[in-house]
């Protein structure tokens, strides 16, 4: 059975930084994308960041020069790396993968705050 757990959520203040990690455990096949997706409350969940296993990148304009998507293959492993974190970036983030079949992880809450 495939798992995906997040970490390194957590309390931050303005301008701060986190860095997200996401890792697969069980018999996961040809990862295509990884992606992070958050969800704040009252709000749909909207996708952050995807890297596919070419290595083209998508990030949501409100996060573009601010977060760093990143993956280790050989780990199973996406990262997110997030700089100059904003109020607005609070939310329950949670990391995807798709291949053969999709994966959800159960999230990881980030709070941004003074």
């Known amino acids: 059975q495939v798992q995906l757990v997040e970490s390194g959520g957590g309390l931050v203040q303005p301008g701060g930084s986190l860095r997200l990690s996401c890792a697969a455990s069980?018999?996961?096949?040809?990862?295509?994308?990884m992606a992070w997706y958050r969800q704040a409350p009252g709000k749909k969940r909207e996708l952050v960041a995807d890297?596919?296993?070419?290595?083209?990148?998508y990030y949501v304009d409100s996060v573009k020069g601010r977060f760093t998507i990143s993956r280790d293959n050989a780990k199973n492993t996406v990262y997110l790396q997030m700089n100059s974190l904003k109020p607005e970036d609070t939310a329950v983030y949670f990391c995807?993968?798709?291949?053969?079949?999709?994966?959800w992880g159960r999230g990881t809450q980030v709070i941004v705050s003074s």
């Open positions: 995807r993968y798709l291949g053969k079949f999709e994966y």
């Open positions: 069980g018999n996961i096949f040809s990862i295509d994308d």
């Open positions: 890297i596919t296993s070419s290595g083209i990148i």
